[in-house]
């Protein structure tokens, strides 16, 4: 099993800035893919960005240029800075993680997510 603990979420004005912080924890052998997904009320969820192992990243075309992900491998720790943020990137952001699990002396893949930190963007 792997627990997520997600930090940083809160009220900021159109323009301001945050950072989301994601801890995972548990039986980890190493973490292929970590990230940020968000949903907003009444809307799907969607992706914000990924970072995989190899450190390639994937953004959405609405947050590239603002929001910057990144990782510390060895901590199993991703952080998502948020500049520049607007109304519309209000929402619940949830981490998420593509895992490689030790379980009897074996590797088995899985995924989890968080249970998501509220970012709210208003004047």
């Known amino acids: 099993q792997v627990q997520l603990v997600e930090s940083g979420g809160g009220v900021v004005q159109p323009g301001g800035s945050l950072r989301v912080s994601c801890k995972a924890s548990?039986?980890?052998?190493?973490?292929?893919?970590m990230g940020w997904y968000r949903q907003a009320p009444g809307k799907q969820r969607e992706l914000v960005a990924t970072?995989?192992?190899?450190?390639?990243?994937n953004y959405a075309d609405s947050v590239r240029g603002r929001f910057t992900i990144s990782r510390e491998i060895e901590k199993n720790e991703a952080y998502l800075q948020m500049n520049n943020l607007k109304p519309e990137d209000t929402a619940v952001y949830f981490c998420?993680?593509?895992?490689?699990?030790?379980?009897?002396?074996?590797?088995?893949?899985?995924?989890?997510w968080g249970q998501g930190t509220q970012v709210t963007v208003s004047s």
């Open positions: 998420y993680v593509d895992v490689w699990l030790i379980v009897d002396r074996d590797v088995e893949r899985a995924e989890y």
């Open positions: 548990g039986n980890i052998y190493t973490i292929e893919t």
């Open positions: 970072m995989t192992r190899s450190a390639r990243t």
